[in-house]
């Protein structure tokens, strides 16, 4: 099977199990409940439960196990977009081709929204916890979920965002920044699979960590390539919007051709880590090659 193919219908099943966890309700909250189908069902590339679902193929371990998680790390990730693109952050109006949620219902709307798909994510994993087998591994992975997400994770690498605007940062506060604000997401769905698996000492594990944490921070350096000369139409998302904000970027520290060559060196040193894996890391190596030359 093509890296394509198998790609599509990892999301094609993950959009399936979004749609069936968050349906829409005619009742006195329907509206929260459209709101969050607005943004979670917009589209978007889904690679962290992507990465998650391959990460289990590699482990051997059952789909079934980790879908829930995969689908929980989705709305945690959708919910941050939510959040992001409130005029108290980012102040966006555009988000994977359409309105924000805040532009198409109202700030007060999106802001409930991301709350809610944040509790439904916890709901979903404290559910499937719950009913499995060994219910204490569940809640392992779980708390990798939770940590990751939290202030040691993506919300502390927000913080160190929004603390820089306007201000000159060093290389070492960026690369935290970045390891946290996209980094620890994309690493939760190995730290998942590797707890459902019960292999975090395995050598696998080591493997595996190394290649989510260097295409952590490809990922982000992407995106500032991408908001510096990327085409808008085509991101699905306003563009220029680090240097309007003044914010302290690998592109604006380095300029673009050295981003460019050392996100190069970044995708080749992820490569080298999944052929580590043998046949079984084909995947992840091709997934590498797909994130360095996306276009949203």
Known sequence: ?????????FVDE????????????????????????????????????VILLACAEILDIDKDTVMPFACA??????????????????NDKLRRGRNTCHIEFSEALAILAGDALLNKAFEVMSKKAIDMEHP???LRMLHQV?????????????????????KEVSK?????????????LL???????????????????????????????????????????GDEKTLGKNTGRDVEKNKTTFVTIYGLEYCEELLEELTHKAIGYAEKLGEKGKFLKEL?????????
């Not at 309700?25 to 962290?48: F, H, P, V």
């Not at 790390?73 to 980012?90: N, V």
């Not at 590498?288 to 030359?293: G, P």
């Open 146 to 166: 939770s940590v990751m997400s939290g202030t040691e994770g993506m919300i502390g690498g927000q913080i160190i965002d929004i603390q820089s605007e306007g």
């Open 172 to 184: 070492e506060v960026l690369e935290t920044m970045y390891k946290g604000k996209t980094g620890c």
């Open 73 to 90: 790390i989705e709305m945690i990730h959708t919910y941050s977009l939510i959040h992001d693109d409130l005029p108290a952050l980012d």
């Open 187 to 229: 690493k939760a769905p190995v730290l998942v699979a590797l707890e459902a698996a019960n292999c975090m000492e395995d050598e696998n594990a080591e493997i595996l960590i190394n290649y989510v944490e260097t295409i952590g921070v490809a990922f982000q350096i992407k995106d500032d390539i991408l908001d510096s000369i």
């Open 136 to 138: 204490t591994r569940g």
């Open 1 to 9: 099977m093509t890296f394509e193919k198998k790609f599509d219908e």
């Open 14 to 49: 993950i959009n399936e199990n979004l749609d069936k966890l968050v349906v829409e309700k005619d009742n006195l909250q329907k509206d929260i409940y459209t709101a969050m189908r607005y943004s979670l069902l917009a589209g978007g590339k889904r690679i962290r439960p």
């Open 288 to 296: 590498a090659v797909y994130l360095l030359k996306r276009e949203n």
